[in-house]
């Protein structure tokens, strides 16, 4: 080998060598970057992760807020239910025992006996008469009432329910 070619080996090893560690610099440098994106990335996941868990943990509380206020509104309703129902088992109770009876206001003397006709001056309405039901009508009337007072409270505690429940929508 001549001296020429000997130089231009040592040229080309010098430019390969020169060659290979600008890629290896050029890898380190690509590296770092490919390590800082996946950084930033998992960093970014990782405040998604604390922000959807402070949402459902914000949501889970109010959905427990609601079901403690649905089941105090609904411990209210079903204790109103139950005095209705007491009230009215009770003027059952009083009528089927004749304690209580109904009266219905009429107009006109004709055909009510037992019943006075003359007004008395200690009433408030004038000289109305009134009649007794039949003690079979009034234990049936005091069942319609009691009936409607349920259906009403019920109807409440369902518009109570409505109310509570919209709140969160």
């Known amino acids: 080998m001549t001296a020429l070619q000997i130089r231009l080996l040592v040229l080309v090893g010098a430019c390969a060598l020169a060659t290979a560690a600008g890629a290896m610099v050029n890898g380190w440098r690509w590296e770092a970057r490919l390590a800082t994106a996946n950084q930033v990335h998992a960093d970014t996941l990782a405040e998604i992760d604390r922000a959807t868990a402070r949402k ?15 089941e105090l509104t609904e411990q209210q309703h079903y204790q109103e239910l139950a005095h209705a129902q007491e009230n009215t088992d009770r ?14 206001k009429i107009r006109g003397s004709s055909g009510c006996s037992g019943v006075p006709a003359a007004p008395s001056t200690s009433g408030v309405d004038d000289g109305a008469q ?3 039901l039949h003690q079979a009508t009034a234990s049936d009337l005091a069942a319609l009432a009691g009936d409607a007072d349920r259906c009403a409270v019920k109807l409440t505690a369902l518009q109570a329910w409505e109310i509570e429940t919209a709140r969160e929508r």
């Open 91 to 104: 003027l059952r109770a009083d009528l089927a025992a004749d304690r209580q009876r109904l009266l219905v």
């Open 130 to 132: 009134y009649a007794e």
């Open 56 to 70: 459902l943990q914000a949501q889970q509380e109010r959905q427990a807020n609601l079901q403690r206020r649905l």
